[in-house]
């Protein structure tokens, strides 16, 4: 006779692995550079292409950033599911 498995326990909460007040320094530090590239103004196609670079930079680090700050990807894959697309107007909340 099969032996059942014991039911898996519920995924935990994500925790902080730094105190709340540096993780939360980290976190605007990112929010603001984002805000940075939103107003950068481009008036070329270079210039669209290094807006393009900067902000997968921008991205990638900010994924980086939320990996090493919390105990699970939970915080993760909500922020991947978040955002406004590059070229979207920031101001504008239907977007």
Do not use: H
């Amino acid at each position: 006779m099969a032996r059942k498995r014991a039911p898996e326990p519920p995924p935990s909460e994500p925790e902080l692995r730094i105190p709340a007040v540096e993780a939360a320094a980290k976190l605007d530090d990112r929010i603001a550079k984002g805000r940075d590239l939103l107003r950068r103004e481009v008036r070329s196609i270079e210039e669209i292409g290094r807006l393009d670079d900067d902000y997968d930079k921008w991205n990638a680090y900010n994924r980086d950033l939320l990996t090493s700050l919390f105990t699970t990807d939970e915080t993760l894959c909500g922020y991947g599911s978040s955002g406004i697309p590059l070229g979207a107007d920031a101001s504008d909340p239907q977007q």
